[in-house]
């Protein structure tokens, strides 16, 4: 079992940023890949992030360069830093684990990020 529990959303102009914290209830080392995805009202939940647990890391085109995802195995945390916020980030970010040795698909609850024009 994992739990993931995001933070750090919240109301930004646009242009602004926000850093979104995802906290495992287990070691982020065992779990391996994580990601941040996103979901907007009536779209399907995207990816937009991944990091593999040797720290290569994988965007969607639509965020490249404005965010960056790390990790912190000691926290074992993953973090989503995201400059240049725009109105079409609005969303509920979720992250987002899937452990090898599981089998099975991890979601946190979910983060409100709102970006305004």
């Known amino acids: 079992q994992v739990q993931l529990v995001e933070s750090g959303g919240g109301l930004v102009q646009a242009g602004g940023s926000l850093r979104l914290s995802c906290a495992a209830s287990r070691s982020i080392f065992s779990i391996g890949a994580l990601g941040w995805y996103r979901q907007a009202p009536g779209t399907q939940r995207e990816l937009v992030a991944a990091i593999t647990s040797g720290g290569r890391q994988n965007y969607a085109d639509s965020v490249k360069g404005r965010f960056t995802i790390s990790r912190d195995n000691a926290k074992n945390t993953v973090y989503l830093q995201m400059n240049s916020l725009k109105p079409e980030d609005t969303a509920v970010y979720y992250c987002?684990?899937?452990?090898?040795?599981?089998?099975?698909?991890?979601w946190g609850q979910g983060t409100q990020v709102t970006v305004s024009s």
């Open positions: 987002h684990a899937a452990p090898m040795w599981s089998g099975t698909d991890y």
